[in-house]
């Protein structure tokens, strides 16, 4: 029980840690849409001005590995599933 509280806990930050880096890399590319429109010169210049997109995941591999490690520490056994 304790293996799993631990490993929710892990990714329960990684996803607050990729949700902030969404945010971020969203504002930052609103503000180069925005500066790219702002010194474009033609309508021509201001076509070519695409907002980025963002996509960022929550890395849990750390977290199943340490569960795994943990489950095994209290005497359980990890199997392969085929």
Known sequence: MRCQD????CTHKAQKRADRK?????KQ????HYACL?????DADRAKCQKSGCY?????E????DFRACFQQCGGI?????
């Open 29 to 32: 590319a609103e503000h180069e």
């Open 22 to 26: 969404q945010a971020k890399c969203e």
């Open 38 to 42: 702002l010194y474009a010169k033609t």
């Open 78 to 82: 990890v199997g392969v599933v085929k």
């Open 6 to 9: 631990t490993q929710g806990e």
């Open 56 to 60: 960022e995941y929550a890395d849990t």
């Open 62 to 65: 750390r977290c199943d590995n």
